[in-house]
């Protein structure tokens, strides 16, 4: 039995029914669809869910779901239910987010919430769409140049959960307009100064609003969560509690306890537990949890174990989760006494160098007002030169020792930019810090997350100095994909739109893959085209995670609604949706001619069986693979080259796999 399922049977919901498959009827589903979505378009399915609403005390939770007692709709958030349990999921059908900033990253932060099922989501933003925004807003099109963002992703987000009412506000941010009708504020796109900004954090921090500020700035990002204080974690990290077996305990002021045959106990400094069947030391059967202190893999300290006697044989110890008080820092605070994550052990640096080109990156836009040029070296010097100002004038955690230059530089070249696989990562990241600070379920951030992808860049080479480029290929020219092009430039553009890759899968991951490489522009060239296939049907139970799908998809084919919903984003991108299984008796049709044709694949998947099928004949066909999955919270991506890398079936990882599935 896997952790989910163990989890679930825990928590009382029932493990999931079976995946259909096409040899279902056509439009045939025995489950009925939701109702309408919560808009304020006036439609009838959206007042009928407002007079439900106000019924029952606008809990979040539909009547014809509640039967009177509150229950949550199983069937749509099922697999949600798995991870976070009723209590997490009733506590934030409760809440009330405000979303301000309704850009790339904002849009994909308000649709994972929506999903998520909060109570309400407020939509801010005083902006209107620029050519820039259609790099990544997926709910916005050519047409909506001018018009107010957050009002025109109203209908699409709406339709995306019909337990959560979605509204629009369009005036200048402020404390009164805030006041004490929200739980969490999310910052995804600010407006005005520093100044300003502090002052909105503050006001958040001083009334236990729960504050988030993220931002992406073309490969580069940061995330900030101020919980207040004393925010409360009731399960740190939603994984069953630990239990060990005992080999010995001493008998002094600090004991310590030994577990059998040198295994590890799996335990962590802070953590609480409780002693059962242990013969000679019996009052610690009767004990209250105990704190322990880690002092080896299989070892750990409890205290004064001396008024127990002497330890004979026996016993098992056991993790009891206990809340945990975290104390957060209000944003001026950290901005000065900074405490980082650690996102990429390759680049333990980064997250220092990064808090300060971030802030010399706000100073440039009030100082300028503008964001520096793209790959502009006139620009990335005077940023350079703001944050060796900033630097000097530093004298607490925030004060770097050398200052990299080069990371700076190209943090300059790219500020501009804005690339859509950046802002789903962050927007992910946002919106699982959101539900935490929610439910009080899985540690939060603390408090300061600074992720990049600057290897991603073709210029650059961690062993060279900066690159000679030519500028022009980077500059704007009023078209949708300008975001990415002040990344990546003109040249690199035209090859990817002219790739052609087979994408395995169109489940959670899938839709994820496909928004990804339309709003990049893969596979809009001439001689570009995106593959997809997948033989299930789309189940009620899919809507909570696979967003390109609704309520009138339930019974049709995932490839094909998948693909319908991505040429609405782009028109331009070249799909063609597939039914078929991935397998030996497909042979004949995924061919040596069709592999050759393929310039890669992308795994989404929900079987090792299908992920090493696929990895032999990408091995075979000598094909870029790129590989992923997810469990719960926990993710994991493979990119796997031809020659450079090991392949998914080779590595120690999936070994370990095929013991313990892993999706």
Not at 224 to 252: K, R, W, Y
Not at 374 to 384: I, R
Not at 409 to 431: D, E, R, Y
Request: charged share 20%; net charge negative.
């Amino acid at each position: 039995m896997s952790t989910a399922e163990s989890t679930c049977l825990e928590s009382g919901v029932s493990p999931p029914t079976k995946k259909s498959k096409l040899s279902a009827t056509a439009g045939e589903s025995p489950i009925a669809t939701p109702p309408g979505a919560f808009c304020n378009s006036g439609t009838s399915d959206s007042n009928q869910l407002n007079n439900n609403m106000e019924v029952n005390g606008g809990n979040g939770l539909h009547e014809d779901q509640q039967n009177g007692s509150g229950r949550i709709d199983e069937g749509l958030y099922s697999r949600q239910l798995y991870v976070l349990g009723k209590e997490a999921m009733a506590k934030m059908a409760k809440s009330n987010v405000l979303v301000s900033g309704l850009g790339g990253l904002g849009v994909e932060i308000a649709k994972n919430i929506c999903l998520g099922g909060v109570k309400s989501v407020t939509l801010h933003d005083t902006k209107k769409t620029s050519w820039s925004d259609l790099s990544t807003q997926f709910y916005l099109k050519k047409a909506d140049i001018g018009q107010n963002r957050a009002e025109i992703s109203l209908q699409q987000l709406s339709e995306l959960n019909p337990y959560v009412r979605v509204d629009v506000i369009t005036e200048p941010l402020t404390e009164a307009l805030v006041g004490n009708k929200y739980q969490v504020v999310v910052i995804a796109d600010r407006t005005g100064t520093v100044a300003e900004l502090l002052q909105f954090s503050k006001f958040c921090h001083d009334n236990k609003i729960y504050f988030i500020l993220a931002e992406t700035r073309g490969v580069f990002s940061r995330l900030f969560c101020d919980f207040g204080e004393g925010f409360v974690v009731h399960d740190i990290n939603g994984e069953q509690p630990v239990t060990a077996m005992i080999a010995a305990i001493s008998n002094e002021t600090s004991g310590v306890v030994s577990c059998l045959d040198e295994t590890r106990h799996g335990l962590e400094d802070g953590d609480f537990v409780k002693f059962s069947e242990i013969v000679g030391m019996e009052g610690l059967n009767d004990a209250e949890p105990i704190k322990i202190t880690v002092t080896g893999t299989d070892t750990f300290t409890i205290g004064d174990t001396t008024g127990f006697g002497q330890y004979e044989n026996g016993g098992v110890v056991t993790q009891v989760k206990m809340p945990r008080q975290v104390d957060f820092k209000s944003l001026e605070e950290s901005l000065q006494d900074p405490e980082t994550i650690i996102t990429d052990f390759a680049k333990m640096e980064h997250p220092q160098q990064l808090h300060l080109g971030f802030r010399a990156l706000d100073k440039f836009i009030e100082e300028f007002n503008s964001l520096p040029r793209p790959w502009n070296k006139d620009d990335a010097e005077k940023l350079v030169s703001i944050a060796n100002i900033i630097n000097a004038d530093d004298t607490g955690k925030s004060k770097v020792e050398k200052i990299d230059e080069k990371l700076l530089h190209l943090f300059s070249f790219v500020s501009a930019g804005n690339i859509c696989p950046m802002n789903g990562f962050l927007g992910g990241v946002a919106a699982q810090e959101v539900m935490k600070a929610c439910s009080g379920k899985f540690h939060p951030i603390k408090q300061w997350l600074y992720f990049d992808a600057v290897e991603c860049l073709p210029q650059f080479n961690a062993e060279e100095s900066l690159p000679s480029v030519d500028e022009a290929d980077f500059s704007p020219s009023n078209s949708r994909y300008d975001g990415n092009i002040a990344v990546f430039g003109k040249i690199f553009h035209e090859k990817l739109a002219n790739l052609k890759y087979f994408v395995v899968g169109a489940g959670a991951i899938g839709c994820e893959l496909l928004k990804n490489f339309a709003m990049m522009g893969m596979a809009t060239g001439d001689k570009g085209k995106l593959i997809v296939t997948d033989m299930d049907l789309i189940e009620r139970s899919n809507l909570n995670r696979q967003f390109l799908f609704r309520s009138s998809d339930v019974g049709t084919a995932k490839s094909e609604a998948a693909a319908r919903a991505i040429q609405v984003m782009n028109p331009s991108v070249n799909i063609e949706p597939q039914k078929n299984f991935v397998g030996p008796k497909t042979e004949s049709i995924y061919t040596d001619e069709f592999f050759e044709q393929l310039d890669g694949v992308a795994n989404a998947l929900d079987n090792v069986e299908a992920r090493i099928y696929m990895d032999r004949r990408c091995v075979y066909y000598r094909k870029p693979l790129l590989e992923s999955g997810t469990l719960g919270t926990k993710g994991n991506t493979q990119v796997v080259l031809p020659y450079k890398t090991e392949s998914y079936g080779s590595s120690q990882v999936t070994l370990a796999l095929l013991n313990k599935i892993f999706f």
